[in-house]
């Protein structure tokens, strides 16, 4: 590994190294348009709730940066992505934007870029690719776990509140990217020595974060917990129709739970599903499993007395990735819905 390379990131520094991009920003535009980004690969540790300092890697803004997930990118069908990628470590690595569905070939790849070079790839992103993707590393099929990867939104041409031509509207919209993590790989690979043959994940992650419930060192601080990440956190008023891309980047299938209203389920895996569903819990597939679904901050309908502020959680409902460090519940993937 390049030693320049290398960020020594707790928790509070990990934390001082995010940046605060919230919901993604958008507004429409009849002309397409060259989007321009450069990612660093780089790589640190990051504590976990347990105290346990995990080696982990990102695509990061520069390179002093350690970016887990990487800075999303939005962008509109027509429009040409000319990406950059400097790799700042010693090892090969690669940049590749996930295909349609879940499975596909990758929309586009930079190939190899080997240990301290850099390649550019330049895509223009035909008519018919709305949706969500995630951008990751597929040079071994563990660096995704690592954090490397990131969230790619493409609106359709012209449209600033649809996610693909014809679908329920909506006023906000944010990623959701999941991520397991078992120590045993990472320390491998930080190490050099054998890649597990077996994968036992400890900790679980939205968009970086775990949970730190009340009591916990560092709960409310949004940049460390997960529950208050602006990224993360779903806030609005009373028909905020909030659009979540949820990616998942890890090894488990998960099971989204949101409280006090249902989501409108739009897609599954890059399809668009035959109707539109209402569904509190839906399961997000491992292996680069994605769904869409619009929150639409209703009051929700069968409180008595009537509610129209508060707070309610969204957590996943396969216990494990509740949990950190093998036990520590409520330390896991989730976050926070509030009705302001
Ligand atoms: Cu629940």
Not at 11 to 38: C, D, H, Q
Not at 119 to 147: C, E, H, Q, R, W
Not at 196 to 218: C, E, K, Q, V
Not at 295 to 301: Q, R
Request: glycine share 12%.
């Amino acid at each position: 590994m390049e030693r320049r390379g290398f960020l020594k990131a707790g928790t509070a520094g990990f934390a001082s190294l995010m940046t605060g991009t919230g919901l993604l920003s958008w507004s429409t535009r009849s002309e397409a348009a060259t989007i321009s980004k450069t990612f660093y690969i780089t790589a640190g540790t990051q504590t976990m709730p347990d105290g346990v300092s995990i080696y982990v890697k990102g695509f990061s803004d520069s390179s002093a940066d350690l970016n887990i997930p990487a800075t999303p990118i939005i962008c509109q069908e027509g429009d040409t992505l000319e990406i950059t990628v400097i790799n700042r470590l010693a090892v090969t690595h690669n940049f590749v934007i996930g295909g349609l569905k879940a499975g596909d070939a990758p929309l586009a790849s930079t190939g190899d870029i080997a240990g301290g070079g850099s390649k550019t790839i330049t895509y223009t992103i035909p008519t018919g690719k709305a949706g969500s993707y995630l951008f990751y590393d597929n040079k071994t099929n563990y660096n995704v776990f690592l954090g490397l990867h990131g969230g790619l939104a493409i609106m359709p041409a012209g449209k600033t509140n649809q996610m693909y031509s014809g679908s329920p509207t909506f006023k906000k919209q944010t990623f959701w990217i999941f991520n397991d993590i078992d120590p045993a790989l990472n320390k491998a690979v930080q190490d050099g020595t054998a890649i597990p043959t077996s994968f036992t994940p400890r900790y679980f992650t939205i968009n970086g974060l775990t949970s730190l419930p009340p009591g916990a060192p560092g709960h409310g601080d949004p940049t460390r917990d997960a529950l208050f990440d602006t990224r993360s956190q779903l806030a609005g008023y009373l028909g905020d129709r909030t659009l979540v891309r949820m990616l998942n980047a890890g090894m488990c299938t998960h099971s989204m739970h949101v409280h006090a209203n249902h989501m409108e389920w739009l897609t599954d895996r890059g399809s668009v599903r035959p109707q539109v569903w209402k569904k509190d819990t839906i399961q997000v597939r491992n292996k680069l499993g994605k769904i869409d679904a619009i929150y639409p901050f209703e009051a929700p309908p069968d409180a008595y007395p009537p509610v129209t502020t508060g707070h309610f959680p969204m957590h996943l409902h396969d216990e494990m990735s509740q949990t950190a460090g093998g036990g520590m519940y409520q330390f896991g993937a989730m976050t926070e819905i509030v009705f302001k």
